[in-house]
């Protein structure tokens, strides 16, 4: 069975093309379907979990991907996320995740706390 564990990498390679070709209808359906498998945490756990683990924690890890996370990420998603954004991006450098975090609330109207 093919499941979102084995689509992940892909949709994280299809992510960073439509990222880098400005696709925003690509994008879009990236993201419309992560978000759907995110709310399925209530009645499939392991399709929320590929949804968290395999694909948006990914984004954090390289700078491109993460410029997306504010364009892209729900608040209600980033607020379940957001320890593991945070953990992720200061691997790579101090500071990295306040200015994600910066950028993430004046684009959302947001008022996240690092």
């Not at 390679?13 to 209808?25: L, P, W």
Request: glycine share 8%.
């Amino acid at each position: 069975m093919l499941g979102f564990y084995n689509l992940a990498p892909a949709a994280r390679i299809e992510c960073a093309r439509h990222c880098g070709q400005e696709d925003r209808e690509g994008l879009a359906r990236i993201f419309k379907f992560t978000e759907w498998c995110f709310e399925q945490k209530e009645l499939n756990q392991e399709v929320w979990s590929a949804a968290a683990g395999a694909f948006l924690e990914h984004l954090a890890d390289h700078d491109q991907n993460a410029e997306i996370i504010p364009l892209r990420v729900k608040p209600e998603i980033f607020a379940e996320m957001q320890s593991e954004f945070k953990k992720r991006r200061e691997r790579y450098g101090e500071g990295k995740f306040q200015k994600l975090l910066e950028k993430y609330n004046a684009l959302n109207g947001t008022d996240f706390k690092g």
